[in-house]
């Protein structure tokens, strides 16, 4: 018999205090549209703090009878969220999942079926997803299931993808009469290259987890039921660092992407330098010389 949200929530939140996550069946949240942090209220989307120290920020796209296709409402949510925890000082990182048949099958057809150009042009269509992209905090995308157009899209945006063994990714845009709208033949060619990109985008054909992981699109792979515990584990690992050095190195990664070796080279030795001006930097090398755990304060 299925558990009741309130019943869910309860073993979420027990299981989350004694260390391990207890998975939702598939298609199910975690915990019903509940409040985060900040108290805004989600339709699409499950959030909440989850990990020893309450320090990982979970969100759980929460759309199944459309495979969590990723339609306004719920990337405004998305933003919401991300803000939130991008605000919340107990967080720190923060982990995207889908359920276990989808993480997203894209952006939503039916509303992007009647629009016209200028429609598009005039509201700057999908320019606001770039948020999840902006996010100074580390993102984690935990994906089962599919990943397919604004799906892997998303998955891309954030920083390290985890797939579970049955994950598909795929730019089936073409199939659609369009191309990818929300950065797929820009990340996705950064990721896996022109041959395996070009090929993707054109046939709209999909990869697997084990394809994805061997052409470099994701960090790694686990058996489904594993991995919303592994990303948070991973997400967990991060948030024990100090954030703000955190924010820099992510900075300093991302700008491999956004710049040329010289540019990014010096972009490093600046925030390298930078963190010289922090107490954690203080306190990491001193911890060390100590010979005892550096208590990080995020300063
Ligand atoms: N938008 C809106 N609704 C979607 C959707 C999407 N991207 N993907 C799935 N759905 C809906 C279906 O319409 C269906 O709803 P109804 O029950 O009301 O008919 C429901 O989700 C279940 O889908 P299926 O019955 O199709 O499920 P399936 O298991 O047979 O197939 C699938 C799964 C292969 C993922 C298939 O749903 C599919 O091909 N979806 C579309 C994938 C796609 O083309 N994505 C790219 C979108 S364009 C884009 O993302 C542009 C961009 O760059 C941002």
């Known amino acids: 018999m299925a558990a009741s949200p309130r019943a869910l929530f309860r073993l979420v939140v ?5 260390r391990v996550l207890l998975l939702p069946p598939p298609a199910r949240p975690l915990l019903g549209a ?3 942090s900040t108290g805004a209220q989600f339709h699409y989307l499950a959030v909440q703090k989850t990990g020893t120290q309450q320090n990982v920020g979970l969100i759980q796209l929460n759309r199944p009878q459309a495979l969590n296709a990723l339609c306004e409402g719920l990337m405004e949510e998305l933003r ?3 803000e939130a925890m991008e605000n919340d000082p107990q967080v720190g990182a923060i982990v995207i999942t889908g359920s276990q048949k989808a993480f997203a099958a894209g952006a939503d057809i039916k ?3 009647n629009k016209g150009f200028q429609e598009c042009y005039s509201s700057g269509f999908l320019s606001g997803w770039d948020k999840v992209s ?4 580390p993102v984690i995308a935990a994906v089962n299931g ?3 157009g604004g799906g892997c899209e998303l998955a891309m945006m954030c920083d390290i993808i985890y797939a579970g063994e049955k994950a598909q990714f795929g730019q089936p845009e073409i199939l659609l009469g369009t191309i990818p709208g929300a950065g797929g033949t820009q990340r ?3 990721a896996v290259g022109k041959s395996l990109a070009m090929e993707m985008v054109l046939t709209g054909d999909r990869i697997s987890a084990a394809e994805a992981k061997e052409a470099g699109l994701v960090s790694k792979v686990f058996p489904v039921d594993k991995l919303l515990n592994a990303a948070i584990a991973c997400a967990e690992k991060i948030a024990s660092n100090s954030k703000l050095v955190a924010a820099m190195a992510k900075e300093s990664v991302n700008a491999a992407f956004e710049t040329t070796l010289a540019e990014g080279t010096r972009t490093e030795k600046r925030l390298f330098y930078a963190t010289f001006a922090t107490d954690d930097r203080r306190e990491g090398m001193t911890a060390f010389v100590e010979k ?3 208590k990080f304060t995020d300063s």
């Open 111 to 113: 509303e992007m079926q």
């Open 188 to 190: 996705l060619t950064r």
């Open 134 to 137: 902006t996010v100074r905090k």
């Open 292 to 294: 005892r755990k550096a």
């Open 80 to 82: 919401r969220a991300l």
């Open 14 to 18: 027990a299981s989350a205090r004694s």
């Open 146 to 148: 599919y990943a397919l």
């Open 34 to 36: 509940r409040a985060c």
